[in-house]
């Protein structure tokens, strides 16, 4: 965190003429919070390994994602954080599901998170953790993605080709660009040094940052069982951009739980019932 906090102050007070490395620096640092006493307990309980991830976007270099598994069932549950976050953050779902006989629960640190060393992450660095568990650990039955991490589980599994028994979406991320323009803003970024912004990142990845629409990205059957809980009052993924996404994937099962908000959804003790049901009712 005092990193980001540095960040967010020599942006503010270069506002005249932000320089475009520090705007480019704060979108793809993700802070770090410590672990609390009861989320230590919580991997210190858990099998550990690490996977390789090939970072094509930043250093052109293999790095490792740290990841952790709970129980030895048949049936892998996997959990994807979302940004600025960590596996150990599904705590009180993960306690949960360890109530559940014959799973096994997965999650990981995704590059640049939690205990997984890199310098920036994004999305794809996500995704692609996603497919390096699927590949060379676990290809799972269940997947759980919150916030950002709900954007990657689907781009995954739609680049593995694969069909999960269960897909779950906890306050997914929708649009990737207004949410970087919510960031930039909150600095107080100028439209002419986001534009700025938008264009290096398009030359970088290289498509532009609306490319990461989950409403145009989207292509998995209607048929695959998609459970979506989401705050209508959300403001990290704004209901508009919701409502659009669901208007066009009508066949998704989406819940508002009101009044969770975006980061306490995956405490809220209805969240949770409601997964831990979705996960009971697979035969």
Partial sequence: MKRLKQLITDLKLSQDAPDAALMREFIF???????????????????????????TYFT???????????????K???????????????????????????????????PGNGSSISEFSNLMLYADSVK???????????????????????IAIQELGITPGLLISVAPLIRLK???EQSL??????????????????????VPASHFNLTELYRLNPDINHFLAFDPEDHIS????????????????AKSF????????LKSVEVIEAIVHSVQSLN
């Fill in 132 to 154: 390096a568990i699927a590949q060379n650990y676990a290809q799972p039955e269940v997947l759980i993605g919150h916030s950002l991490g709900g954007m990657a589980n689907v």
């Fill in 185 to 206: 803003d909150s600095v107080n970024i100028g439209a002419k040094d986001q534009d700025i912004f938008f264009a290096n990142f398009a030359k970088e990845f290289p």
């Fill in 178 to 180: 207004e949410n970087f």
């Fill in 76 to 110: 892998k549950v996997l959990l994807t954080h979302g940004w600025a976050s960590k596996a150990p953050d599904f705590y009180e779902l993960i306690v949960e599901l360890r109530k559940i006989e014959d799973l096994e629960i997965i999650a990981f640190d995704a």
């Fill in 258 to 265: 009101e009044g969770v908000g975006h980061y306490k959804i």
């Fill in 60 to 74: 052109n270099s293999e790095l490792s994602i740290n990841c952790f598994s709970w129980g030895n069932g048949k």
């Fill in 238 to 253: 704004p209901f508009p951009f919701l409502k659009e996404f669901l208007d066009k994937n009508p066949a998704i099962n």
């Fill in 29 to 55: 640092y993700s802070p770090k919070m410590p672990l609390r006493l009861h989320q230590e307990q919580l991997i210190a309980e858990s099998k550990q390994f690490s996977l390789p991830v090939f970072d």
